[in-house]
């Protein structure tokens, strides 16, 4: 297990010497640490980064990133157990979700590899401008030194979803990864090294938000920030990033809604809202954590959703058949309480869960919880959570379920489920959201764009918007005519 800073190709302790534990929420046992790395240690970082992109990585073809790229997905697939175990034993989360993760991250180092390739055939591409005498072409160029910065809810996977195309556009970086979940990060550095990426493009650098999160969101020499969590963290990252005019991605939070329409299928429609809000314990920024069902349907699928939601398997994420783990940490597991807790007060019924399940003394546990009668001021409706908690409410028509779940300050995910295939693209359509689900909640493909809408962020991850995130296009336009300019030197004066 890798417990130290990769920088330049070389592992090696924090300048400080510093150390941070690394907690299993199941057992809220410290079974790891790793560097407490610090601004000194983020200089270090990016200086490799700089001289590694200047030495010959951004000259480097898309096929030759490729060849490179898919043996780290090779490398992936090979410790595929191991890496899904210590995910579980980091983050908490079920082992076949965190066996999922590791597919998906896999997965997106051959698809950018796809893309590395397809960019070479991309430089060079002629525009015709109008004007016979000049020919203008265009050449995709990467943009530098990068910075990425990482949640802990999927910390490998979110990882690849930012290293991927920062590889594919020939970029360097320096990750930063979530200061609770660090290891399954750090495995990917060790693979990278192993399938040959030359010393010096990715760097990692452990440590806290303040300690290393924010010295490398202000570093000059960071041509691009790209970042995921928090609105609050979100706003001090494009903050830093206005000081030198950089360019910023920012995948934020979510209040999703998901509306069910009285001819939905009950199993189908509990199934999916199930899913929607408790996979990975609900610490999803997509999760559809505001559910509005057609009265016609709600007393029967409230009924229904209360009676399966408690029967959900919980316990630690490495024992066979569990379906819940524990939050991530001492701190979102007080925050989530926290959430409930207001929300009772500020008058919503809950319907089940809320509190640590009898049987499980120790760990970061929170059952399943459903409230209804959820005043609309109410945080508890309004601000993510972050947890295993979803509102439910009735709607009469189609114009109001629609008010109701555009009346955020969100605008990441939303769902929409009915047997009417026609209704369902009219509400997509007007849902103010950067990604809808229609008959389901939650799948992601790394073909397909990925991002939100207001304060859920800045620009799309995913497909080949991702890629674009990390290159520079520019024009190079030449004057082929071999007759004079002739504008102030007149042909023959």
């Known amino acids: 297990m890798r417990d130290q800073l990769l920088i330049g190709g070389t592992w090696r302790q924090a300048r400080n010497r510093g150390r941070m534990p690394v907690i299993d929420p199941a057992t809220e046992e410290v079974f790891a640490e790793v560097a407490a790395g610090d601004p000194a240690d983020v200089g270090d970082a990016v200086a490799a980064a700089k001289a590694a992109f200047a030495g010959g990585w951004k000259r480097t073809t898309g096929a030759e990133r490729a060849v490179v790229m ?21 983050n908490g989360k079920p082992l076949p979700e965190a066996r999922w993760d590791m597919d998906d991250a896999a997965f997106c180092f051959d698809y950018y590899a796809d893309l590395a390739e397809g960019l070479d055939g991309r430089q060079g591409t002629a525009i015709d ?47 930063k990864p979530s200061e609770l979940t660090p290891l399954t990060a750090l495995e990917l550095g060790a693979i990278a090294a192993e399938a040959g990426l030359p010393p010096g493009v990715l760097n990692i650098v452990t440590g806290t938000g303040s300690a290393a999160g924010a010295p490398l ?13 928090s609105v609050p963290t979100g706003r001090a990252v494009m903050a830093a990033a206005a000081e030198d005019i950089k360019t910023v991605s920012l995948e934020l ?40 069902v057609e009265r016609g349907l709600y ?60 049987d499980l003394k120790r760990g970061y546990f929170v059952s399943p919880t459903v409230f209804t009668e959820v005043p609309v001021a109410s945080p508890l409706w309004r601000e993510e959570v972050f947890g295993p908690v979803v509102c439910v409410e009735p709607f009469s028509t189609e114009a109001e379920a629609l008010a109701l779940a555009n009346d955020s300050r969100y605008g990441l995910a939303a769902a929409v489920m009915s047997h009417d295939l026609e209704r369902c693209e009219r509400v997509a359509a007007e849902l103010e959201a950067g990604i809808v689900w229609i008959n389901c909640s939650q799948p992601t493909f790394a073909q397909a764009p990925w991002g939100g809408m207001k304060q859920s962020g800045i620009g799309r991850e995913l497909g080949r918007w991702g890629l674009e995130n ?24």
């Open 217 to 229: 969101s202000r570093h000059p020499d960071v041509a691009k920030l790209a970042f995921t969590g």
């Open 70 to 90: 898919r043996r780290i997905a090779e490398g992936l697939r090979a410790r595929r157990e191991d890496l899904a175990r210590l995910e579980v034993r980091d």
């Open 299 to 358: 007393d029967r699928l409230l009924d229904r959703l209360v009676a399966e939601a408690e029967r959900i398997p919980m316990g630690n994420g490495l024992d066979d058949g569990v379906l819940l783990g524990p939050l991530v940490s001492e701190g979102q597991h007080r925050k989530v309480l926290d959430a409930i807790e207001r929300g009772r007060r500020d008058g919503a019924k809950l319907a089940c869960g809320g509190r640590r399940p009898e």
């Open 470 to 493: 990390y290159l520079e296009v520019k024009q190079v336009t030449t004057y082929a005519s071999r007759e004079p300019w002739g504008w102030y030197l007149k042909p023959g004066a």
């Open 253 to 292: 939070g979510g209040k999703s809604p998901f509306i069910v329409f009285a001819d939905s299928d009950l199993d189908q429609a509990v199934e999916w809202i199930l899913f929607g809000i408790f996979w990975n314990q609900g610490e999803v920024c997509s999760a559809t954590s505001r559910v509005l």
């Open 129 to 175: 401008v109008g004007e016979p005498r000049f020919a203008s072409k265009v050449l995709y160029q990467p943009a530098g030194v990068a910075g990425l910065i990482v949640p802990w809810n999927y910390p490998l996977l979110m990882a690849c979803w930012k290293v991927c195309p920062a590889l594919a556009a020939g970029c360097t970086m320096v990750l």
